[in-house]
């Protein structure tokens, strides 16, 4: 995996300083396109070490951990500096970014899973995809306790790329044949191939064209309420339950992989910088927000991606960020003419 298309960094510092917010995908690829072009970046993440969601949340039998590690390696030689374990909150605000540095990239990805919105959903054996993942990964990297254990008959409610994960760790971690309820026809979902695959495989049962509408237990988890509906051709049409149609399937623990929400830091609504309801941090062509000097770049700029589609907004935001940057350049070149 390559977070820079160059095969050096350019022998010509620009002067210039840079500040990445966020290391996953997006925020790795502008810190390597910014430093092949001899800008100085500064790469700034409140995880232990560098790579977001590769490195944290997507499984070992995923995406391999030593060659994420191996990308970044080469990074650090290109000069880029990590600084690990950094919150960006009330006690180190964007708008402290922005006096140190001549340009700052926001890359801080989806951390915030979406709920269902049911009755029953803070029951024990409820669990989000995104921190249910993140707990086993980080344990696995020796970042934190054991994760939860999960019951005997699982329920994964969703059809991306988290219910994937989530549903073939189950598996493999717990011997389990997870159950994958879906609200539309299986063939619609976002991971509709990868789900497919587990399907042939006998790891998965899945129950598509179902609506989560309740949580059932006491206590605790006791099954999942769902009600059929009209199945649909697209993501985007509306759905239409039919009526009489609820029913319960009996299960111990349910993991929601219903979305991520984008986690732009709390202090830039404060700076002024517009941001849409769901969360995403508002650009221009250039990936520049309404406050100059300021870019957003990745899933928190354009919603619950891939990896290879935030890797691709960070180079477009590392080229607005040189463009910015060069513009400035060459006016101070021509006051001093």
Request: charged fraction near 25%; charge should be positive; aromatic fraction near 6%.
């Amino acid at each position: 995996m390559k977070f820079a298309r160059c095969s050096e960094k350019s022998s010509t510092p620009t002067g210039y300083k840079v500040a990445v917010l966020g290391a996953g995908p997006a925020g790795l690829t502008v810190a390597g396109e910014l430093a092949c072009k001899g800008y100085e970046v500064h790469v700034f993440d409140r995880l232990p070490e560098p790579g977001g969601m590769l490195m944290f949340v997507i499984p070992s039998f995923r995406f391999r951990k030593d060659v994420v590690r191996k990308s970044i390696g080469e990074l650090e030689r290109s000069g880029v500096v990590f600084h690990t374990d950094t919150e960006i909150g009330s006690r180190q605000p964007v708008s402290d970014f922005l006096k140190k540095y001549d340009a700052t990239v926001v890359a801080t990805g989806t951390w915030e899973s979406a709920r269902m919105g049911v009755k029953g959903e803070e029951l024990p054996g409820v669990h989000y995809a995104l921190e249910w993942l993140y707990s086993h990964v980080a344990y696995e990297l020796g970042y934190g306790p054991p994760p939860p254990k999960l019951g005997t008959r699982v329920v994964v409610v969703g059809g991306g790329l988290s219910a994937v994960d989530a549903c073939e760790l189950a598996a493999r971690a717990y011997g389990v044949k997870p159950i994958v309820v879906y609200r539309r026809p299986l063939h619609v979902a976002p991971a509709a191939r990868e789900l497919t695959a587990l399907k042939q495989r006998g790891l998965i049962e899945v129950i598509d064209s179902a609506l989560p509408v309740e949580i059932v237990g006491a206590k605790v988890v006791e099954g999942l309420k769902v009600a059929s509906v009209k199945p649909t051709s697209a993501r985007g049409e509306a759905l239409e339950v039919i009526q009489g149609s609820e029913r319960v399937i009996e299960t111990d623990t349910v993991i929601v992989a219903a979305g991520l929400r984008p986690t732009p830091p709390p202090s830039l609504t404060r700076l002024g910088v517009k941001v849409a309801p769901d969360g995403r941090v508002l650009t221009d062509d250039n990936m520049m927000t309404s406050v100059a000097g300021l870019f957003a770049a990745g899933d928190v700029a354009h919603g619950a991606s891939n990896i290879y589609k935030a890797m691709e907004s960070g180079r477009k935001a590392a080229l607005g960020v040189d463009s910015y940057l060069r513009r400035a350049l060459a006016g101070w070149a021509y006051e001093r003419a």
